[in-house]
């Protein structure tokens, strides 16, 4: 069964420092999302991701992050200067259809592992 | 405003039994969507209803929706261990999914 992988399975980085976290979408996907969960807590939408553009962010995704979809296969978030409160597991997730092309619907998404990442 | 929020936040069974959670929202949506989280892993979706659906079943979970009073409840029948997770609804309005705090599901053995 096809599945959405994530690279590191955890991470952990000096407060300042660049992280690149990586993601693996299903290849037939056309629509990419990260997401993030401080322990225990709620699953907070970063961005939403279709046709090489950003197509949603929320207010947590600020200047310090970007998204990047290098080649056909992998979907990058980078956090240019991470602080003590990006601690949290990182998830990615694609789907088949959302948007415009789903009627302004999202499809059932298909999440990674996530990757865990701590700064110190 | 927030959307999704599930209650009760945290539910513990006997293995057999049957588990309903709840989760209601504030906005008109397109669909809800519900899924489930073992701990420390990703999250697996179980069932999408539209919002023009009032039931859905996939094998042993049965999901309703109640556009009226917003809000939609998850039903798992003959609950096993396997069963113990973390359950999320999300409600997607426009392009995005938004998600409530979960409800944690103890299946006691």
């Known amino acids: 069964e096809p599945e959405v992988t994530q690279t590191p399975s955890h991470q952990v980085t000096q407060m300042g420092q660049e992280v690149i976290l990586r993601c693996v979408p299903i290849?037939?996907?056309?629509?990419f999302y990260w997401y993030r969960q401080i322990l225990g807590q709620k699953v907070e939408f970063l961005v939403s991701f279709y046709n090489n553009e950003i197509s949603e962010k929320s207010e947590i995704f600020d200047d310090q992050f970007s998204v990047e979809r290098p080649d056909g296969s992998n979907f990058t978030l980078k956090i240019r200067s991470t602080k003590l409160e990006d601690s949290a597991m990182y998830f990615c997730a694609s789907s088949e259809w959302g948007g415009l092309a789903g009627g302004l619907n999202t499809g059932e998404l298909f999440f990674g592992e996530g990757s865990r990442l701590t700064v110190l | 405003s927030q959307q999704g929020e599930e209650d009760p936040q945290a539910l513990s069974i006997q293995e057999g039994e049957n588990a309903t959670m709840n989760c209601s929202y504030k906005t008109s949506i397109n669909n809800l969507q519900w899924y489930r989280q073992n701990s420390g892993r990703g999250l697996v979706h179980l069932i999408l209803i539209r919002s023009n659906e009032r039931e859905k079943h996939s094998g042993r979970l049965r999901v309703t929706l109640d556009t009226s009073k917003k809000s939609s409840s998850l039903l798992i029948t003959a609950s096993r261990a396997a069963d113990t997770a973390s359950y999320f609804c999300?409600?997607?309005?426009?392009?995005?999914?938004?998600w409530g705090a979960g409800t944690k599901l103890i299946i006691k053995p």
């Open positions: 999300a409600t997607n309005s426009n392009y995005q999914l938004i």
């Open positions: 290849s037939n996907h056309l629509y």
